[in-house]
């Protein structure tokens, strides 16, 4: 599903990621570590397409709209609510009967009775329940999480942890983590980073 | 039906973003009205006709660029620009959507400063309202293009006006002929010729300025 070598991305004169090789079979787990600068939100950039590397091989054999990518920010409107939000990646992704899938996500991450609320108004943790929901809203064919688990509390954990054990036979993940612990039951492969 | 339903969707959530935060049409009204007070009382008495119309190009061009500024600060804001770029099939229906919207701003805006420059500088000719229209698709066409580069940009304050303000000067021209020339019909077919041309190449272009 994923096959990098000698991957390298700069900007300039700075080096953001130096000479990465991994490959991600398909329905694999790859877990990123490493320390705060070391490229891991680069190289999940580059593995969902949103970047370009400079140097090395990158190969993705998956189409741009089945990747389902959780950056740092929720990548959501704040003027917008969380229905508004989901109805309009769930019109550009296409989702087939979008409005029961967009029902069913948000009742399942807790923020139904908030879904009329603006995401401006939202706190951390609800934000980044929302960016699970537009994540797995297109079911993608490839997870690329970074820092899943920011910002959730037990019970936000405990949802995320459900969702990866239950998708766990159908997507390939790449996932980066400052708390390997978490995910390191689901993982088929480590990178460190750094 | 696809693309078009994406732009449409695009131009939808746009409206509706203005509809809630007001952040850019009501300032694009008050700068154009602004600017019309600051013309009356500069030019003076007896001006001649001619100066005046050539200022309504000067406050079309800037309140275009005053709304151009904000177009795409709420995607920048949380970058969901690259949620839209892994959503959107062809990442030219970004640049449509927006296109649109910015289109219906100025179209607002317009519907209100020109009868108001009416009132300061005397009655506003049909010619001149096609020539704003004509003109108004360019810079929607042009400046959503422009506006996309600035946004990834650290100086976007900087870039997005020298990049827009030379692009636009063959819109002042075409508009400025059509509204004072004897024979317009040349000067609105340079406006068409300007919207066909680089409504196309704008179009074309728009996924390579957001994939990086």
Known sequence: ?194 | MSYLADVGALARKDLLLELRSRDTLPAMLLFVLSSFVVFHFVLPTGTDRLAAQGLLWVAIVFTALLGLARAFSAEREQSVLDGLVLATRDLSAIWFGKALSILAFLALAEVVALPVFGLFFGRVELRTVAAVALADLGIAAVGTLLAGMAAASRARELLLPLLFLPLVIPLVIGGVGATVADHPSSYLGLLALYDAVFGLVAWGSFAYVVAE
């Open chain 1, 1 to 194: 599903m994923l096959h990098a070598s000698g991957l390298e991305k700069r900007y300039g004169n700075r080096r953001a990621l130096g000479a990465v090789s991994f490959d991600v079979d398909p329905h694999g787990f790859l877990v990123i570590t490493g320390p705060n600068g070391s490229g891991k939100s680069t190289l999940l950039r580059l593995c969902a397409g949103l970047a370009v590397p400079t140097g090395g091989e990158l190969r993705i054999d998956v189409a741009r709209e089945r990747v389902g990518f959780l950056a740092h920010e929720a990548l959501v409107y704040r003027e917008l609510t969380a229905l508004e939000n989901l109805d309009l990646y769930g019109r550009l992704y296409r989702v087939e009967e979008r409005r029961e899938r967009i029902g069913m996500l948000l009742e399942r991450f807790g923020l139904w009775d908030a879904r009329h609320k603006r995401a401006g108004a939202y706190s951390r943790g609800m934000l980044q329940r929302l960016a699970l929901c537009r994540v797995l809203l297109h079911e993608p064919a490839l997870l690329v999480l970074d820092e899943p688990h920011s910002g959730l509390d037990d019970e936000g954990l405990h949802l995320l942890e459900r969702e990866l054990a239950e998708r766990r036979e159908d997507v390939t993940v790449v996932v980066a983590t400052h708390e390997p612990e978490r995910v390191l039951p689901f993982a088929t492969s480590r990178l460190a980073l750094g």
